[in-house]
């Protein structure tokens, strides 16, 4: 790509995940090491995020049945009791197990894309996004490379989730957007970031979707999940197929030049 040079290229041969690279747990400080622990296999040189039929879900004290398998590239919270962890989602959180400083990629700016299926299940999301470290309260942004909701896919058309949230940063401002797309997501396509001190620029397919024209100048690390959520009140059965799964074949990072 040019402006950027690879050095970060997970193609998930297996047979099992490099732990240089990646903590096979959701946001643990909030919940336990054993409820945050993803579920995943290797098949047909891919990762399989799964949602199992015995899952627990992950954090049912903040977060109801939500049920998740994640992957991140870093870990950082204070002291059990504290407030000071990463992706504070409920303000009331307290850190459950800690202190962590655990930083296996974190860049500052590049380009960062991953290929991937999502699904119909109307029950499913799954996306590949970004995160502040959380180190401090306001280097806590989100930059979301997209997101997909099973309720946001329809035959040939899709709605992408794409852009930036600031959380407790600040400094930036919520630029966000589910961009309606035709194509079947339910096959593999490839979802991007150009994120520069002057810009921030998203791709699907290699092109462009939106642009969010905002500097968010820390530490970042990858966030690739699928998430579950409990079926809503009158709606159909939920799908009794599992496990649901999240088929990634890479994940890239690109250092930018400047």
């Known amino acids: 790509m040019p402006g950027f040079a690879l050095e970060f290229d997970e193609s998930f041969d297996g047979p099992g995940l490099d732990e240089r690279r990646w903590l096979p747990y959701y946001l643990p400080h909030w919940s336990t090491w054993e409820r945050a622990a993803a579920r995943y296999s290797f098949e047909g040189g891919r990762l399989h ?32 009791g504290s407030r000071a962890g990463q992706h504070q989602f409920d303000p009331p959180a307290t850190v459950r197990n800690g202190p962590h400083d655990i930083r296996l990629y974190t860049p500052t700016y590049g380009r960062f894309e991953a290929r991937f299926t999502a ?25 979301c490379v997209g997101e997909i909701f099973g309720t946001d896919v329809a035959s040939g058309t899709a709605a992408v989730g794409v852009g930036v949230h600031p959380h407790q940063d600040p400094a930036v401002v919520d630029d966000f957007e589910r961009v309606r797309l035709p194509i079947d997501v339910r096959d593999v396509h490839d979802y991007a970031a150009e994120w520069t001190p002057s810009r921030i620029a998203f791709f699907v397919d290699g092109q462009p979707v939106k642009v969010v024209e905002q500097d968010i100048a820390y530490p970042m690390q990858l966030m690739l999940g699928i998430y579950e959520f409990p079926a809503a009140p009158g709606a159909e059965p939920p799908s009794d197929v599992y496990p649901k799964r999240f088929v990634v074949g890479h994940v890239r990072g690109y250092r930018f030049l400047g």
């Open 49 to 80: 995020l799964l949602i199992e039929a015995d899952q627990p879900p992950w954090c049912p004290e903040l977060d109801g049945e939500l049920r998740v398998s994640s992957l991140q590239t870093g870990l950082v919270a204070g002291a059990p």
């Open 119 to 143: 699904s119909a299940d109307p029950r499913l999301m799954v996306a590949f996004w970004m995160i502040g470290l959380g180190d401090a309260p306001e280097r806590s942004a989100e930059i």
